[in-house]
């Protein structure tokens, strides 16, 4: 009896073992970036940038959904292959290389040889459910430092909520792709209209801009 029961038990843990349930990866998707754009002699110096920060719960690995307004949860088996953080700072970098607003564009700061610093906070970046309806939801906030003057010349906050057309984790990556890429994209029409013009007006004075 004790030799059957340790093979029963032996024939329910491999069964068990059939069954196992892998996590699945994810990655957002942006479209490639354009050819770098020829140096203007208007330019302004260096810039760097810092990889944008987010809170830990939504960018830790699982993707994040609030069934609530108070509740966060998560999809266990739904997870991030690239850290958002990695991908949203690569595709802000790709967008103003592709411009010619600075001398040049890096992810390491050089010092001296660094002239602006480009930082950034994803402040929300989720699956929300709204009773039947379900959006993607991404708010980003960024802000552009002089190093000569430690002042900050430049800040914005943009946001944008897209609807979750397909009912599954595909569908909501691909919502999170199109509300980030929305979000960097406002990021980026506002430092290249307002910032040229706030210099040029302000001269050598390092003058704070900031809309939201």
């Known amino acids: ?5 340790v093979a029963f038990l ?9 069954r ?5 990866s994810y990655v957002l998707t942006f479209p490639p ?6 140096h203007s002699n208007d330019a302004l110096g260096p810039l760097a940038i810092r990889e944008f920060r987010c809170p830990e719960y939504l960018c830790e690995g699982r993707i994040a959904y609030r069934p609530s307004p108070e509740e966060v949860a998560f999809y266990e088996y739904h997870r991030w292959a690239m850290d958002p953080r990695q991908a949203i700072t690569q595709y802000v970098e790709d967008g103003l290389r592709a411009q010619s607003l600075f001398q040049s564009v890096t992810v390491h700061e050089r010092g001296s040889e ?3 610093v480009l930082s950034g906070n994803i402040e929300r970046f989720e699956e929300v459910d709204r009773g039947h309806d379900v959006h993607a939801v991404c708010t980003i ?7 000569r003057t430690r002042s900050v010349v430049w ?7 897209v609807p979750v057309e397909k009912r599954d984790i595909a569908g909501v990556v691909g919502s ?12 980026l029409k506002s430092m290249t209209e307002e910032l040229p013009a706030t210099m040029a007006r302000n001269g050598s004075t390092t003058a704070l801009i900031h809309t939201r």
């Open 1 to 5: 009896m004790k030799k059957l029961t």
């Open 10 to 18: 032996g024939a329910l843990v491999l069964a068990g073992c059939g």
């Open 20 to 24: 196992v349930r892998y996590p699945a």
């Open 33 to 38: 970036p354009a050819p770098q754009a020829a």
């Open 114 to 116: 660094t002239a602006y």
């Open 141 to 147: 906030s960024a802000q552009l430092l002089d190093t």
């Open 155 to 161: 800040s914005h906050t943009a946001s944008e909520t």
């Open 176 to 187: 999170l792709s199109a509300a980030a890429r929305t979000v960097a994209d406002r990021l």
